[in-house]
């Protein structure tokens, strides 16, 4: 079956711009969770989305939110952007979320703030 | 607060000898842990979880609460393991990942 995919796989941005990633989890599965991955700080976890609703959320400011669509598809959005933001974003999706479901994660989203 | 560290940025061995790669954690309550790799140009994958006991790939990690680590061991080392390694650890329906470890098996 498809794995996770994401859009863009690169993007370019200015400072106090604002983006939007998209993440379409495998067939199936209804938990969607986003992670910043920066060099050095590893991977840190933004939200997690279930059946359309944010189930968690991680320590960042409110400048980065998301959503969750029916079909379980997720998109997060960062406003006002600043150069910290530059990152890879990674989307993982499981069946249920949790630790007994497997998180299968997609090929990330490389953002640049300049 | 919840917390991963692993101590080690790159650890290079040869080709037959042991590996280890050590992760610490910091936490309230009851922690899940697991060991995710990202091999090059690939995803990041599960490599394996403390609750399920298995070995994968050769690969073991024992859950030592004492100490609270959960370092991965082989006792062989492959050039096929060369990637990269990060512990997660689960709590409070989160995963905190650590920095990650980059593993060189050298021929």
């Known amino acids: 079956k498809a794995g996770v995919t994401q859009t863009p796989r690169y993007l370019i941005k200015t400072r106090g711009q604002q983006v939007t990633l998209s993440c379409s989890p495998i067939s199936g599965h209804r938990s969607v969770s986003w992670y910043q991955q920066t060099p050095g700080q590893g991977l840190q976890f933004l939200f997690e989305y279930f059946s359309e609703t944010q189930r968690n959320k991680g320590n960042f400011p409110g400048r980065f939110s998301g959503r969750q669509f029916s079909n379980s598809r997720s998109e997060m959005n960062v406003s006002t952007l600043e150069l910290g933001d530059s990152a890879l974003y990674l989307c993982?999706?499981?069946?249920?979320?949790?630790?007994?479901?497997?998180?299968?994660f997609g090929p990330g989203t490389r953002l640049t703030v300049t | 607060a919840q917390r991963v560290t692993q101590p080690e940025k790159l650890l290079s061995v040869f080709k037959g000898a042991p590996v280890e790669l050590k992760c610490n954690y910091s936490?309230?309550?009851?922690?899940?842990l697991f060991w995710y790799v990202q091999y090059s140009r690939q995803r990041l994958q599960l490599l394996l979880r403390h609750i399920s006991r298995e070995s994968i790939k050769g690969f073991t990690a024992d859950l030592n609460k004492g100490e609270t680590s959960f370092h991965l061991k082989k006792p062989f080392a492959q050039e096929e393991d060369s990637a990269m390694y990060y512990c997660?650890?689960?709590?409070?329906?989160?995963?905190?990942f650590g920095s990650g470890t980059k593993l060189n098996v050298k021929p």
């Open positions: 993982a999706s499981s069946r249920e979320g949790g630790r007994f479901n497997e998180q299968y």
């Open positions: 997660a650890l689960y709590n409070f329906n989160k995963f905190y």
């Open positions: 936490y309230s309550g009851s922690p899940e």
